[in-house]
């Protein structure tokens, strides 16, 4: 192949499930979170984002409101509204984008500097003196991140060119010399959008800037105690030292997660992406030992990481409460953008497999069916009387809320998943890569040979996969399958001519090498058995415990399907699962029935302690668990839980 480095591949859904996924996201989301930008979701928070940036731009009088980085939600936003106009052109929207830049434009300041926080409040002479919690590089990367999406898909120049003239200010204001800032942000972001934005026009000094950015981590002493910690805004406590941002020791130094759970992935898919321009080894090295870290003892079955509500953060190793966790949404995607960036430095498949894992579970979780309620948290375990009381589930809403205060999740989420059709397949010097299902097509260009990838598939529901080449002329090389680490048998076929893998299969792939002709037809065949899965013994949290997993995705059990008092039942491990359909979920929906038992007799209500009687009768009951993405749709506000007690 002459690519000359690895590519990801537009792919456009067809059908099914994530056809399904971004339709929602299209002609659901993005216009209910206009709205919600615009304050116009009746007893939803007010966003007050559209209104700050009319403020700076001098059109309309008032007081800038929100969050210090409200300003990111309409860069998300952005860049989720022009990521679907590539599935669906769409001039009303486009003209809606046109005039946010007009005001994002308008209010630039002469020196490059966008920012409502500051130009509304008339606060200008403060910029850059509170890097800890200010957010202003953050929310420059979001709107540089948005500016190059809306380029991509429309070719519009307008706010690329204003988020470049305000990266070029941001490069004199910030380096080690002469008068120059030192300091680097308390919130990565910035270096991811750098790095786009190098790619984009073709300049490498924007990646330089981002390289510095990280280079000069953990070099400043006492970072933390900015200008917010010293008002007395940020606690004065041992959960928000240096290594809540990260920024304790230099980035090559660092061998596991800590601090804050979002700051953390950013700043890991920023490492990755210096690695990959720079090939810095010791850069690598130091990316795997916090990768390994992360999948092996603070990851939840979810996807989810950030097990610490208090500064949504990391803990110790195999800390993971199920009721109590904070597992973010922006967290999950933050890992899935890792993982996707650990993918294309070395192809192997635990960097898919824990994407699907985070994509599946985690991260669609945080966004109701429909496309217009939203989880910021998402707990394995819920009661919702004590949500509402205990104030240490104070952060766990029981339910999918229209909007927050702090909005990040909602539109993260929406670019996200558009977003996500650009990771399944990719293309480099030797072949095609498969990495993840869907039914849809895909276009790679291979020695001027156009080769269009059509695949069909009912994923995750089933794993049956059928890919079709249709290609101008024959032409050797290799294609690339994932076999996902759930899946322990499979079958493998070109033209219905058998696979024989067995020398072919190499860190989670299967390379078939040979000439290719139009119409060639690949049939794949994963087994989606129903797993009880257990945790390594250090999660306290989980002893004694099994999830259900089928496939990528992870189930859990609701009150709307079984009853409260989740917590009496123990799973028969030794009692075959089934798989049944539920009228009551989305169309095409696998939901899982397992046998359970439970204890029959009950003590009397004024016993608060009894004596243990080995011999009590046991009740038997069928319990029925759906995905655990979907929970919380049907009925909100009910009892949830992944975990549950074994009985042999």
Aim: aromatic share 12%; net charge negative; proline share 4%.
């Amino acid at each position: 192949m002459n690519t000359t480095k690895d590519t990801a591949l537009q792919f456009t859904p067809a059908a099914g499930f994530w056809k399904e996924r971004t339709d929602a996201v299209i002609y659901k989301a993005i216009p209910y979170q206009w709205k919600a930008l615009n304050n116009e979701i009746p007893g939803a928070p007010g966003s007050h984002a559209v209104q700050n940036f009319k403020i700076a731009a001098g059109e309309v009088k008032g007081e800038r409101k929100g969050t210090i980085f409200q300003d990111s939600d309409i860069a998300k936003w952005i860049e989720a509204a022009a990521y679907s106009l590539r599935f669906k052109p769409d001039a009303e929207l486009e003209g809606i984008i046109d005039e946010l830049v007009r005001l994002i434009e308008k209010s630039q300041m002469s020196d490059g500097y966008v920012n409502t926080y500051f130009i509304a409040s008339s606060k200008t002479s403060e910029r850059w003196s509170d890097l800890v919690m200010g957010h202003e590089l953050y929310c420059a990367g979001h709107m540089i991140e948005a500016a190059v999406a809306y380029f991509n898909v429309t070719g519009k120049r307008t706010l690329l060119t204003v988020m470049c003239r305000y990266a070029d200010y941001i490069g004199t204001v910030f380096g080690q010399g002469e008068n120059q800032n030192p300091g680097f942000d308390g919130h990565p972001e910035i270096e991811l959008a750098l790095h786009r934005l190098a790619e984009a026009t073709g300049n490498k000094k924007y990646a330089e800037l981002a390289n510095y950015f990280v280079d000069i981590r953990g070099s400043v002493p006492n970072f933390h105690i900015g200008k917010a910690a010293m008002e007395g805004m940020i606690p004065k406590t041992r959960w928000f030292g240096s290594d809540y941002y990260l920024a304790d020791k230099p980035v090559r130094e660092m061998t596991n997660a800590q601090g804050h759970a979002v700051r953390a992935m950013y700043l890991y898919c920023a490492m990755a992406d210096q690695y990959m321009m720079t090939k810095d080894e010791p850069l690598l090295a130091a990316l795997k030992k916090i990768w390994g870290n992360v999948v092996q003892k603070h990851l939840y079955i979810t996807g989810g990481l950030g097990s610490h509500p208090y500064g949504e953060r990391f803990s110790i190793d195999y800390d993971l409460p199920n009721d109590t966790c904070y597992t973010e949404t922006c967290a999950s995607i933050g890992l899935a953008m890792w993982a996707w960036r650990m993918l294309s430095i070395e192809k192997k498949g635990i960097y898919a497999d824990i994407m699907e894992k985070a994509v599946f579970n985690g991260i669609l979780s945080g966004m109701s069916l429909d496309g217009t309620k939203y989880f910021y948290v998402n707990p394995l375990k819920l009661l919702p009387e004590v949500t509402k009381f205990r104030h240490d589930h104070a952060h766990v809403a029981p339910e999918r809320v229209s909007w927050f205060d702090c909005a990040c999740c909602p539109t993260n989420a929406a670019r996200f998943i558009l977003q996500f059709t650009e990771y399944l397949c990719s293309a480099d010097t030797d072949g095609l890569w498969i990495h993840h299902f869907a039914q849809g097509r895909a276009a790679a260009v291979v020695d001027e040979n156009t080769i269009q990838l059509e695949m069909k598939t009912n994923y995750p529901w089933d794993g049956d996969v059928d890919i079709r080449l249709v290609m101008d002329k024959s032409e050797e090389f290799s294609v690339y399958l994932r076999i996902p680490h759930w899946c322990s048998k499979y079958t493998l076929e070109v033209n219905k001519n058998p696979i024989l893998d067995s020398a072919h299969k190499n860190n989670g792939y299967i390379c078939i090498r040979r000439e290719w002709h139009s119409n060639d037809i690949i049939t794949l065949k994963l087994e989606m058995e129903v797993r009880f899965i257990q945790t390594n013994s250090n999660v306290s949290e989980n002893a004694g415990k099994i999830a259900l997993q089928r496939g990528p995705l992870i189930y859990c059990a609701e009150e709307t399907d079984n009853g409260k008092g989740l917590h009496l039942y123990s799973i028969k491990t030794g009692k075959k699962a089934c798989l049944v359909q539920d009228s009551s979920l989305p169309s095409g929906t696998i939901a899982i029935e397992a046998e359970a038992s439970f204890e029959k007799d009950t003590a009397d209500p004024k016993d608060l302690y009894f004596e243990y009687v080995s011999d009590r009768e046991m009740g038997s009951k069928t319990l029925r668990f759906i995905p655990y993405y979907q929970w919380g749709n049907r009925k909100p506000g009910n009892e949830m839980s992944v975990w549950f007690n074994i009985s042999h």
